[in-house]
Structure formats: C-alpha cells, structure tokens
C-alpha cells in the first residue's frame, strides 16, 4: 500500500467533534418545574396572600353535592304527651336550673347555673318551682357560712311551692299524693345547704316537708284576702274589757295617709297573686310561730289563763305570733288572754287597729281579751330632710319598766299583795328583737318607782312595790314580772340573747361565733334541758328554725280557714334586680315573695 493511501484512511477515520441537538420534551419538563417552584414561592410569600378579609374572592372549586339519603320515620310514645312543660325533654339524662346561691357569707350572691340528673333518687320527687317566701330570718342562714370548705354552695330559702315533674322509683303514684302534676307546698331541711330559692328541686320526702294540694283547697284560695290590712274597720264598744287598746289609742292621725299609696300597691299585688303565690307566705312564719308558742301549749290547758309579753310585736313573726293567740282555736281554749306587745312608736298606730279589728272578729267567742301596746322609742319630732337618718329616740328603762307594771297592774280590781302576786304576772316571754337594754338590766330603781305618784300604786297594798317585787334582790327586770319557774313560765329568745338594743338588722340579732356556740348550754336539746334545771327559769333558745310536718299541716289550716294574713312588702320576679331586695331584707324586717320563671 502506497503512502499516499494512508494518509487518506486516517483522515477518514477521524471522529467529527459537535453537539447533539437538544431535547425539547426534556426541556419543556424543565422549564415547566421552574414555573411551579416559582408559583410556590409566590404563594409562601406573605405579601402575595389573600387577607382573611378578602377570602371569598379566591376562587375555590364547588363542594360536591351530598347523595340522597332516606329519612327513617321515628316512632313517638303517645303515652308521654304534653301535660307539663318538661315533655318535650324527658330523654334527656339530666335537666339544666338554676339557682341564687353563694360560696360563704362574705361572697356576694349570684345565679348559679348546674344540672340534675333525671336519675332522682328513689324516694325523692322533682319539683318545678313557682314561688319562693323570703324574710329577713332566712338571710341568717348566710350567718352560719362565715366558712365553707365544700364545694357545695349555700342557696338562700326554706318554702316552696310548684309542681311535680318527676317521682322516684320507689314512690307509688297509686298509693300516695305524689304524682306527676300535682301542685304541691314545701320545706327544705333548715340544716342543709340546699335553698328553695332554685328553678327546679329535688325533694327528699323523708329529710323535707312536702304537702299535696288539693283542687278544692286551691279554687278557696283564689279568693282568699291574704293581706293583713291595718286599717280600722271597727270601733270599740263602750265597757269592753280591752280598755289598754281604747286608752292607748291617739287621736293623732298624721302619717297614717303617707302610706296610703305603699299599702294600696302592696294590696294590689297580694290581691292579683294566682293561689301557689298566697300560699307560699305562710311556712316559714308559722313554723317559727309554733316553735315560740309549744311553751306556752300545755299551760294553756291547765290554766285556761295566759300572758303573753311579744318584745317585737311588729315584726312579721310578731305579728304571726299575735295572730294565732287570737284564732278561734286558742281563744276557745282559755278563759281570759292578756298580750303586752312591744313595738316601735312608728307600728304602734297600726298595732292597736290590728288589735281592735281581732277583738271584733272575735266577739262571739267568750274570752276576755286585754291588749298593751307599748313602744319602746319616741318618735323625733324634729325637722327631718329627706333622706337624712335619724337614729332611734330610746325611752328611758325606768320608764319603760313603769309603763309595764301599769300594764300589767292596771286591770286589776283587787289589792295586790304578794300572795295575789302571780296572777298578773307574764307566762310566756317572747324576745324577737333583744331584750338586753330593758328586760335583762337588773338597775331599775323601783323605789323611785314608788315615790311616784303612778296609776297602779294605790292597788298595790301598803303601796309598797320595794317589798312587792323583791327589789332588795338584784335580778333581771324579765323575772320580776315574770311567774316563778314552778309555774311553767318560760323564756323564749328567738334572737341572740345578747343583743344590746332593740334592732330589726338581721346581722345584729344573730351571732354564730364559735365561742358563743360553744359556750352556749341552750344551743342544744340535750343541753337545754340540763341547763334549765340549774336556772330560775325556763329559758329556751329558738333562733334556728325547726321544721314539722304536723305544724305545715297544722298551718295550712290556719290559712284556709282566714286566720293567718300577711304584710307582703315586695312581690317580684327573681330576674329584676333581686340583690336590691335582699339588701333590703337584711337592714328591716320585712317579708318578700319571688316568683320563678320557667327555666
């Protein structure tokens, strides 16, 4: 092979150095991923976001329609149906209420709001509440929290009335009154914390006192008048034997009209009040009314002679008090009854009608009657602004203890020596508003007393009250015209024994110290009774209130009958500004009625 053949060979064997040419699918794909990476960078870019203002502007695909579903035909029970307002919820496991409650005494009141299990226990029944009474003692359940280490709140009220919703398992419906849509008056036990003052309770029939009303008993209270009424429908007869009343009644008539506007609003309300709502006022009262007056029960019969001394007559629980002494069902039983009531100046106008019109109402039943109004204070008859608070004028306590014993002296047409002594001094001592200034000093100067030319001196004999009354033996006032002890007479204090002055603040005529209970041999039954055998005198101490089924019986009677009428002084719906009420409640003794909604 020639030379010139190699060196073409190898130029023809040499390989052309260049670039393919480029891959447009792969390209494409290429710059299509760039374009999403910067899409996603705009979109994680904070100024590229829709504000949430804006958020229905950006575009977003439709939801996709749902599918059809067949409806399922729900069997009811037509045994429920709808004779309350609790049957369109019964399966529910538990019922929502509420409730005016509080921690302690130094927590404000407030609602409460919780739920209660439909699950009741077996022998309770559930109650939808109507109506709640309210008076100035039951704020004194606040009195005992001053701590409350439980989570369990303290709820005010004690009475009740309403309807049953629910009974218990073990409640035979056949066999007793308790039934579903029964209307029904109550009491809570006085010693739980649980109140009435609720939307919906849950009733213990053994711990509480409930009452069945009957349809009879409810179309007699429609018409019943259950506001007790001051003014004077009657006059006395000339020689009637309640001369004290006719005596001690003033001519004066001022500031009896400034209250006619008050009184016919208050006679308004009570008047248009359905029957669940008149009856609701008369537990509390009359329970603590007969815990005063069991005393006094067995004398009665034996005697058939009593005196009564009310340091507080103007009080509702006075009045109550007043009221049952002079019902048919006790004047019956005696043969002369004599009431000493202490008020204040301002109630006593009002006292001795309230007297005058008893004594009237009364006049077929042939007791001798004898009412004493005497206050305790006079009244200031300076100029007075409006609004400017005057503090009360208190009589002196010789004074005072004059106007008694000319009280309690004065009937009399015979000499009184000490053997004829007993027979006109006090049975029963009722203290409701403190009797420490007057009743328990022991610095009454009787013999300034009987150097005064006093009414009741000359029937006194030798006109000697010294010797009369012991007076060289220094005791308290209550027990020089008090019965010795073996006579049965007896102290009730229905307010802390202590109370320095005669006040109507609930705050002040209760004390629940520890060291006061503690010492306190009368706070208890057991000890009550151990205490009074070493006294010189029955003392027993009824400042809690005690509850007895017999007594709400015994009550409801009273009150269907007319003999039990009430000074309701606000009747209200408990949403409207219910703390301004108790507020009230609690600086004068006063009475209230709540009504509940439906909740």
Same mark, same amino acid.
């Given at each position: 092979?020639?030379?010139?053949?190699?060196?073409?060979?190898?130029?023809?064997?040499?390989?052309?150095?260049?670039?393919?040419?480029?891959?447009?699918?792969?390209?494409?794909?290429?710059?299509?991923?760039?374009?999403?990476?910067?899409?996603?960078?705009?979109?994680?870019?904070?100024?590229?976001?829709?504000?949430?203002?804006?958020?229905?502007?950006?575009?977003?695909?439709?939801?996709?329609?749902?599918?059809? %579903?067949?409806?399922?035909?729900?069997?009811?029970?037509?045994?429920?149906?709808?004779?309350?307002?609790?049957?369109?919820?019964?399966?529910?496991?538990?019922?929502?209420?509420?409730?005016?409650?509080?921690?302690?005494?130094?927590?404000?009141?407030?609602?409460?709001?919780?739920?209660?299990?439909?699950?009741?226990?077996?022998?309770?029944?559930?109650?939808?509440?109507?109506?709640?009474?309210?008076?100035?003692?039951?704020? @004194?359940?606040?009195?005992?929290?001053?701590?409350?280490?439980?989570?369990?709140?303290?709820?005010? +009220?004690?009475? /009740? $009335?309403?309807?049953?919703?629910?009974?218990?398992?073990?409640? @035979? %419906? $056949?066999?007793?009154?308790?039934?579903?849509?029964?209307?029904?008056?109550?009491?809570?036990?006085?010693?739980?914390?649980?109140?009435?003052?609720?939307? $919906?309770?849950?009733?213990?029939?053994?711990?509480? $006192?409930?009452?069945?009303?009957?349809?009879?008993?409810?179309?007699?209270?429609?018409?019943?008048?259950?506001?007790?009424?001051?003014?004077?429908?009657?006059?006395? @007869?000339?020689?009637?034997?309640?001369?004290?009343?006719?005596?001690?009644?003033?001519?004066?008539?001022?500031?009896?009209?400034?209250?006619? +506007?008050?009184?016919?609003?208050?006679?308004?309300?009570?008047?248009?009040?359905?029957?669940?709502?008149?009856?609701? =006022?008369?537990?509390?009262?009359?329970?603590?009314?007969? %815990?005063?007056?069991?005393?006094?029960?067995?004398?009665?019969?034996?005697?058939?002679?009593?005196?009564?001394?009310?340091?507080?007559?103007?009080?509702?629980?006075? =009045?109550?008090?007043?009221?049952?002494?002079? &019902?048919?069902?006790?004047?019956?039983?005696?043969?002369?009854?004599?009431?000493?009531?202490?008020?204040?100046?301002?109630?006593?106008?009002?006292?001795?009608?309230?007297?005058?019109? %008893?004594?009237? =109402?009364? &006049?077929?039943?042939?007791?001798?009657?004898?009412?004493?109004?005497?206050? /305790?204070?006079?009244?200031?008859?300076?100029?007075?602004?409006?609004?400017?608070?005057?503090?009360?004028?208190?009589?002196?306590?010789?004074?005072?203890?004059?106007?008694?014993?000319?009280?309690? /002296?004065?009937?009399?047409?015979?000499?009184?020596?000490?053997?004829?002594?007993?027979?006109?001094?006090?049975?029963?001592?009722?203290?409701?508003?403190?009797?420490?200034?007057?009743?328990?000093?022991?610095?009454?100067?009787?013999?300034?007393?009987?150097?005064?030319?006093?009414?009741?001196?000359?029937?006194?004999? @030798?006109?000697?009250?010294?010797?009369?009354?012991?007076?060289?033996?220094?005791?308290? /006032?209550?027990?020089?015209?008090?019965?010795?002890?073996?006579?049965?007479?007896?102290?009730?204090?229905?307010?802390?024994?202590?109370?320095?002055?005669?006040?109507?603040?609930?705050?002040?005529?209760?004390?629940? &110290?520890?060291?006061?209970?503690?010492?306190?041999?009368?706070?208890?039954?057991?000890?009550?009774?151990?205490?009074?055998?070493?006294?010189?005198?029955?003392?027993?101490?009824?400042?809690?209130?005690?509850?007895?089924?017999?007594?709400?019986?015994?009550?409801?009677?009273?009150?269907?009958?007319?003999?039990?009428?009430?000074?309701?002084?606000?009747?209200?719906?408990?949403?409207?500004?219910?703390?301004?009420?108790?507020?009230?409640?609690?600086?004068?003794? &006063?009475?209230?009625?709540?009504?509940?909604?439906?909740?």
């Amino acid at each position: 092979m020639s030379e010139g053949e190699t060196q073409v060979d190898k130029q023809a064997k040499k390989k052309s150095v260049g670039f393919a040419p480029l891959p447009e699918e792969e390209l494409n794909e290429h710059h299509a991923n760039l374009r999403k990476i910067h899409e996603e960078k705009l979109k994680s870019n904070p100024f590229h976001k829709i504000p949430p203002e804006l958020s229905y502007l950006e575009k977003r695909p439709l939801a996709p329609k749902p599918l059809g %579903q067949h409806k399922k035909e729900t069997k009811t029970n037509d045994n429920y149906g709808h004779e309350h307002k609790m049957s369109e919820i019964r399966d529910l496991r538990s019922l929502a209420f509420k409730e005016i409650a509080t921690q302690n005494k130094n927590t404000e009141l407030n609602f409460n709001y919780g739920f209660i299990y439909k699950k009741i226990p077996s022998k309770s029944v559930m109650v939808d509440v109507k109506y709640v009474s309210l008076t100035s003692y039951d704020l @004194d359940k606040l009195n005992k929290y001053a701590i409350n280490m439980s989570n369990d709140k303290v709820v005010l +009220g004690h009475t /009740f $009335t309403g309807e049953i919703i629910q009974v218990g398992s073990k409640i @035979d %419906q $056949t066999a007793t009154d308790y039934k579903v849509g029964a209307q029904v008056i109550g009491m809570i036990d006085p010693t739980s914390k649980r109140g009435s003052l609720s939307s $919906t309770l849950v009733v213990d029939t053994y711990r509480d $006192t409930l009452i069945v009303l009957t349809e009879s008993e409810i179309e007699s209270i429609k018409s019943m008048d259950t506001y007790l009424s001051f003014e004077d429908g009657t006059e006395f @007869d000339v020689g009637s034997d309640d001369s004290s009343v006719a005596q001690n009644d003033r001519e004066e008539q001022s500031g009896t009209e400034g209250n006619n +506007g008050d009184n016919a609003g208050k006679v308004s309300a009570a008047a248009s009040l359905p029957p669940l709502g008149k009856i609701a =006022l008369y537990p509390v009262l009359y329970n603590r009314a007969k %815990q005063a007056l069991t005393v006094c029960d067995s004398k009665i019969n034996k005697s058939r002679t009593l005196r009564v001394l009310i340091n507080g007559a103007d009080t509702a629980l006075g =009045l109550t008090i007043f009221q049952i002494l002079t &019902s048919p069902d006790y004047l019956k039983r005696l043969d002369h009854l004599h009431l000493i009531l202490i008020t204040r100046e301002q109630n006593e106008k009002k006292l001795l009608t309230l007297a005058r019109n %008893q004594r009237s =109402l009364r &006049s077929d039943i042939p007791c001798q009657t004898r009412f004493g109004v005497i206050p /305790f204070d006079m009244m200031n008859d300076d100029l007075i602004l409006p609004g400017e608070k005057v503090p009360l004028n208190y009589k002196k306590p010789n004074f005072f203890a004059a106007e008694i014993l000319q009280e309690l /002296f004065e009937s009399t047409s015979t000499e009184i020596t000490p053997k004829t002594l007993n027979e006109h001094l006090v049975d029963l001592f009722v203290d409701i508003v403190g009797s420490k200034k007057y009743f328990q000093t022991s610095s009454i100067r009787f013999a300034e007393l009987q150097s005064t030319s006093l009414p009741f001196m000359a029937k006194i004999q @030798d006109q000697s009250l010294v010797k009369l009354l012991r007076a060289d033996t220094k005791e308290p /006032f209550f027990q020089k015209i008090m019965k010795p002890k073996n006579q049965q007479c007896g102290f009730v204090s229905c307010c802390n024994y202590y109370t320095p002055t005669p006040t109507y603040k609930v705050d002040e005529l209760f004390d629940h &110290s520890v060291s006061d209970s503690s010492l306190n041999p009368w706070s208890s039954g057991w000890g009550s009774g151990f205490a009074n055998s070493f006294s010189n005198y029955y003392y027993y101490d009824e400042t809690a209130l005690r509850q007895k089924k017999g007594w709400l019986e015994e009550g409801l009677k009273f009150f269907l009958d007319g003999h039990l009428k009430f000074q309701v002084d606000h009747v209200i719906d408990w949403r409207n500004n219910f703390k301004k009420v108790l507020s009230s409640l609690r600086n004068e003794d &006063s009475q209230v009625l709540f009504e509940i909604e439906e909740f």
